[in-house]
């Protein structure tokens, strides 16, 4: 085992405590966010509801929930055999639903391998225990990228509203 894997090893059995750590700061009032990686990881969590294959359902026409491409590609990470795999937004959406984010000692993001594979090739590990460590100044680039995009959405769908009830007027 060397140094990384090790730093892996570790920061994959710590996730629940990082997770507990976040939530107890933020309940008693105090600011976690300055962590390295914190952002970044609530960030993570915060696209879950926009990532999703059909639209949430919404009270009526006039409300909007936006949404991104599954298919996306949040970054390629690296296996162990060396082969490259993609980080895609529905692969993410299931490791964050049905898994874990942990942070290194540095703020990188380590994700379960479920982020890199599909759920039946992910079913079909005898070794799951790769873990996606993402750089923390790429992630957070992307991560601006999609929330920005989700701004967008929005914006454009009420300026869209607001325009057809002045014309209605």
Not at 76 to 82: A, H, I, M, P, Q
Request: hydrophobic letters at 35%; charged letters at 25%.
């Amino acid at each position: 085992m060397n140094k990384t894997e090790l730093e892996n090893i570790i920061s994959y059995n710590n996730h629940a405590v990082t997770m507990a750590q976040i939530a107890v700061n933020l309940l008693e009032g105090k600011n976690p966010l300055n962590g390295c990686g914190v952002r970044e990881l609530l960030a993570l969590y915060l696209l879950v509801p926009y990532i999703t294959n059909k639209r949430l359902d919404v009270p009526a026409a006039n409300y909007n929930v936006p949404q991104l491409d599954m298919k996306t590609v949040l970054t390629k990470v690296r296996f162990k055999n060396g082969s490259l795999s993609e980080v895609t937004l529905d692969n993410l959406r299931n490791a964050l639903c049905h898994s874990f984010v942990a942070l290194t000692e540095k703020g990188d993001l380590i994700l379960d391998d479920r982020a890199s594979l599909d759920r039946k090739t992910h079913d079909s590990l005898s070794d799951k225990g790769f873990c996606n460590r993402l750089e923390i100044g790429k992630t957070r680039n992307k991560l601006l990228a999609l929330h920005k995009s989700i701004l967008k959405q929005q914006a454009e769908f009420n300026n869209k509203l607001v325009q057809e009830c002045e014309e209605c007027k």
